[in-house]
DNA sequence: CGACAGGTTGAGTGAGCTCAAGTCGGGTGG
DNA sequence: CCACCCGACTTGAGCTCACTCAACCTGTCG
């Protein structure tokens, strides 16, 4: 679990230049993030593994740009596209932010958070697993058992999922039909199954009957993450 | 193009508590990023909007949530799904930052630009979106008219773009027949019709004679983007 | 030379889109 | 109070783009 170094030429300790040679990987997604990266020749991709095992890029690095920088630990796995030179920076560890004194920087870190949330949403194949993803994050802020507000539209929702109101629609429906959720009115909803909405929100759809399954890239053997990248 | 403040309780000038009805705006992307908010209570949406008008919600944001964080200006438009209360927090105007006091500032931002990229790609509707975006996205580190290298594999392009390595080779194909680019062996490309493919990355399919177009979600009346947010 | 990985292409299928009704609830006016 | 409208949501029927399955090509390596 922890990152492969190569090193190549030292210059100091917390600024050193590395080196890896094509398909190696510099570091696994939910290793702790001590580093980040600056590319200084050649191109990095970082990827999001979902537990299914299928790859959402999150990115390509080429000469100039920066990678890895996260908060505790890495959101995503980076590995080399082609042999590359990097140079590595001492993540600084930060204490719990003081607001009064920096406070768009913790905002800034909550705003890369956010987008991240949403890459991952739209990184889902299906619309059952999108739905199901954006039910348990939604979820995640009242708590599971309770009624849960859905105050936007159907519109919105599905503007937000990259899907249409009438896959909402009907994708919802299907959840009711299941028993998975209960409707209270368009916009409250109970979860009934919050194992099942997980377990379809990971990709991992064989779990329930509606075998809407559609990917099949790059699947790679399952991979267990730490619960702090569950979505 | 200027915020629609509703001012309630007022208490410092850079710590202010607004009111916005359900439905109104708050601010329009483009506009000079002054200020960045933290709900007090209400549900809050960012919308990035394309130049075809389709949307792409990049988040909704509850209490406690800040959004508008953004440089120079703002990425995508914030609206109240709610009666919302907000409070108000002046932007601190960044001078170029000291990559040696503050590099994980400066980094910070650019990961974010990157995500944000990243669901703008993700944002696309058809194969052929997706692909125009991803080129016109990484020419822009070489230049138009130079060949472009593309490192990476065709399933680390499907795995980005959320396509498969079949669709991927069929639309690159295709652009080919449209003589939209040229391939000097399956890792470089050179683009010939940069405006076209543009045009395609909009989500303007009516441009290309591909008829890919699918989406149809809520279409909006057409918004002339700043350049420096062309995707 | 064969094995293999990466890429291209064809045929068929199906998830999600389009088009089109139909339902429900809230607001407005006669 | 009811009639009507309007917007939001739901549902059905059919179509199509992207996926699946499968073959084939090309270049590289042992």
Same mark, same amino acid.
């Given at each position: 679990?922890?990152?492969?170094?190569?090193?190549?030429?030292?210059? +100091?300790?917390?600024?050193? $230049? =590395?080196?890896? @040679?094509?398909?190696?990987?510099?570091?696994?997604?939910?290793?702790? *993030? %001590?580093?980040?990266?600056?590319?200084?020749?050649?191109?990095?991709?970082?990827?999001?593994?979902?537990?299914?095992?299928?790859?959402?890029?999150?990115?390509?690095?080429?000469?100039?740009?920066?990678?890895?920088?996260?908060?505790?630990?890495?959101?995503?796995?980076?590995?080399?596209?082609?042999?590359?030179?990097?140079?590595?920076?001492?993540?600084?560890?930060?204490?719990?932010?003081?607001?009064?004194?920096?406070?768009?920087?913790?905002?800034?870190?909550?705003?890369?958070?956010?987008? +991240?949330?949403?890459?991952? $949403? =739209?990184?889902? @194949?299906?619309?059952?697993?999108?739905?199901?993803?954006?039910?348990? *994050? %939604?979820?995640?802020?009242?708590?599971?058992?309770?009624?849960?507000?859905?105050?936007?539209?159907?519109?919105?929702?599905?503007?937000?999922?990259?899907?249409?109101?009438?896959?909402?629609?009907?994708?919802?429906?299907?959840?009711?039909?299941?028993?998975?959720?209960?409707?209270?009115?368009?916009?409250?909803?109970?979860?009934?199954?919050?194992?099942?909405?997980?377990?379809?929100?990971?990709?991992?759809?064989?779990?329930?009957?509606?075998?809407?399954?559609?990917?099949?890239?790059?699947?790679?053997?399952?991979?267990? $993450?730490?619960?702090?990248?569950?979505?």
């Amino acid at each position: 679990m922890s990152a492969h170094y190569a090193p190549a030429h030292g210059s +100091r300790d917390n600024l050193l $230049l =590395l080196k890896f @040679r094509k398909g190696e990987i510099i570091y696994l997604q939910g290793d702790p *993030a %001590t580093d980040w990266f600056e590319v200084v020749s050649g191109t990095v991709r970082t990827c999001f593994l979902y537990t299914d095992g299928h790859r959402q890029l999150t990115g390509f690095h080429y000469d100039g740009d920066a990678f890895g920088i996260d908060e505790a630990f890495y959101h995503s796995s980076a590995e080399a596209v082609t042999t590359v030179t990097l140079r590595r920076h001492r993540n600084v560890t930060k204490p719990p932010v003081d607001v009064d004194t920096a406070p768009e920087h913790g905002a800034l870190q909550r705003a890369l958070n956010s987008a +991240r949330a949403c890459i991952f $949403l =739209l990184g889902r @194949r299906t619309a059952a697993e999108r739905l199901a993803a954006f039910l348990i *994050a %939604t979820s995640r802020r009242t708590g599971s058992d309770k009624p849960l507000p859905l105050p936007m539209s159907r519109t919105d929702i599905a503007d937000h999922l990259g899907l249409t109101i009438h896959t909402v629609s009907r994708t919802l429906s299907e959840f009711v039909r299941q028993n998975l959720i209960t409707f209270d009115g368009p916009h409250w909803i109970v979860i009934n199954d919050h194992g099942a909405l997980e377990r379809l929100a990971s990709g991992d759809g064989d779990a329930a009957v509606m075998s809407l399954r559609r990917g099949g890239a790059s699947i790679a053997p399952k991979l267990e $993450l730490a619960p702090q990248y569950r979505s």
